[in-house]
């Protein structure tokens, strides 16, 4: 008698996968539904295709999923056979599984999930389950049919925290964590462009929140990572559209002046202390990218008397600060004083950087060495010339503007950010930093790059001939060095001229 065909592996995969879908849908109880999930663990083993993932999803008891990634040892029945641990860690890959899927992971029933998920993760986490976690999360930044969920402050904050506490260890999960913080902005960015009202009204309460938890850290003298803070939030502000934080606000003036008043003192501790040329690159692109989103009040906003000022801080203080740093943790400076300390600390550093920058261009122009575009130090001589100089002489087009003003309005010097000393002091830092421009144009001019075929298409040249021109038409203390500009500068409008007749015919 011949024996009977023994059946197929794919026949019995079809009959457990019958079976873990009986035991998984609603209605069954706890223990079937365990058993159910351990099966599930072993057949994800062996096909994760979106037809077997489609069956699961549209069978499964997502509740008790909910209660399954957050089982506790003492809630496990004695005849599940497994611990807690493991049995989250399956809830877990689950969700990795069905997250594969777009069509899954646009769902409500997966978006529904997402709160749990992220209040599990932890910088602590022995398993892998944090690491599947912010995998599932960048994989739903990437969507943007569901992506604007991580708009959600409390979704965002979640995930701040687990940035914030994982800083030391780092490592792939943190990675995956701050690229999705900055995906968030980004994801405004792309929906505000689509539909600038809506996005506005679902995002109301993202940027006060968030801005809040994230600079009331920066602000701590304690705070040992103050220079990531700084790197993650610029990054992500970049995205953020003018008209974007405007609207916020408008709608949001207190909060705003919360989290200003933190950025600026994390800023100033920052910028009063030795730091890494990065870290002082990133101070100043922060420091340019609210400039040019909140305004010239981000500087210098209009603030009481010094008088004011200082008879306020007296009643607050009855002793003297050791250092500028030390006030800001200790005697809690007023408002109006940060704004002081700030103005003049960034004013004072723009003027500095402007002159680094200059030798930095200067030395370019002599050096005789051919350096590689993919080394370290090219890379971030191009992030400067690129980035921070643009900013910088954005900070001294502003600061300008605001001599002009006190200059001419007599009620504006009573109220002063800067008392007469002060503004000299001011007055005297921009003469430097441009008496600097002013150097490296006049070298440009007489280098080899110095021809108008070549200056009219060198941004850097063009750049600062523009912010030396603003202050040229305020401060007549270079004017006789810098006729020397001239007929190149004529040459050079001449062709651009010529080049834009050629294109309009």
């Known amino acids: 008698m011949s024996e009977s065909a023994s059946p197929s592996p794919s026949s ?96 409500r029933e997966f978006k529904d999930r997402v709160p749990t998920m992220l209040s599990l993760l932890s910088a602590s986490d022995s398993t892998d389950n944090t690491k599947k976690i912010l995998k599932i999360m960048v994989r739903i930044s990437a969507y943007p049919q569901v992506s604007m969920i991580l708009t959600n402050p409390g979704y965002q904050s979640s995930i701040v925290a687990y940035i914030f506490h994982s800083f030391d260890g780092k490592g792939e999960a943190h990675d995956d964590a701050v690229m999705v913080f900055k995906r968030t902005f980004l994801i405004i960015q792309e929906g505000f462009k689509q539909n600038p009202k809506i996005v506005v009204q679902i995002t109301k309460d993202f940027l006060p929140t968030i801005m809040a938890r994230i600079s009331k850290s920066f602000s701590v003298l304690t705070e040992t990572h103050k220079p990531e803070i700084l790197k993650m939030l610029t990054e992500s502000v970049a995205y953020l559209p003018e008209q974007y934080i405007q609207q916020h606000v408008k709608d949001h003036a207190v909060e705003t002046r919360s989290w200003v008043k933190n950025l600026k003192s994390g800023l100033i501790q920052l910028l009063s202390t030795r ?92 050096s005789t060495t051919a350096v590689s575009k993919e080394s370290p130090d090219a890379r971030q001589a191009k992030i400067r010339k690129e980035q921070v100089l643009p900013l910088v002489y954005e900070i001294l087009e502003v600061s300008i503007g605001y001599l002009v003003l006190v200059s001419e309005d007599d009620e504006l010097l009573e109220r002063g950010l800067f008392d007469a000393t002060a503004l000299l002091k001011v007055q005297e830092s921009l003469q430097a930093a441009f008496s600097a421009v002013l150097d490296y144009l006049l070298d440009l001019q007489s280098s080899k790059d110095g021809s108008p075929e070549k200056l009219m298409t060198n941004m850097n040249y063009l750049a600062s001939m523009r912010i030396l021109s603003v202050w040229l038409t305020e401060d007549d203390s270079l004017h006789a060095q810098a006729v020397a500009l001239f007929p190149t500068l004529e040459e050079v409008v001449r062709q651009c001229k010529g080049k834009s007749s050629q294109k309009s015919l």
């Open 12 to 107: 019995n995969n079809n009959s457990d996968l019958t079976r873990c879908l009986e035991l998984l849908r609603p209605g069954t109880s706890d223990e079937s539904k365990f058993i159910g999930l351990t099966l599930m663990s072993d057949l994800l083993q062996i096909s994760q295709d979106q037809e077997t993932m489609t069956r699961f999803f549209d069978n499964m008891d997502f509740p008790f999923l909910d209660r399954m990634m957050q089982i506790e040892e003492n809630s496990v029945p004695k005849e599940a056979g497994v611990d807690a641990a493991t049995i989250r860690s399956i809830a877990i890959d689950v969700m990795t599984c069905f997250s594969i899927h777009w069509e899954l992971l646009v769902r």
């Open 275 to 366: 730091q890494a040329p990065t870290t002082r690159d990133d101070c100043f692109k922060m420091i340019g990218i609210l400039l040019q989103r909140l305004g010239a009040d981000w500087i210098f906003p209009d603030i009481p008397t010094t008088d004011a000022i200082l008879a306020e801080t007296r009643t607050k203080k009855k002793s003297s600060p050791a250092t500028l740093v030390h006030s800001m943790e200790s005697l809690t400076l007023t408002d109006a004083e940060i704004d002081k300390k700030f103005a003049a600390l960034v004013v004072h550093l723009a003027c500095v950087e402007t002159r680094v920058l200059m030798d930095e261009l200067a030395e370019e122009l002599a």
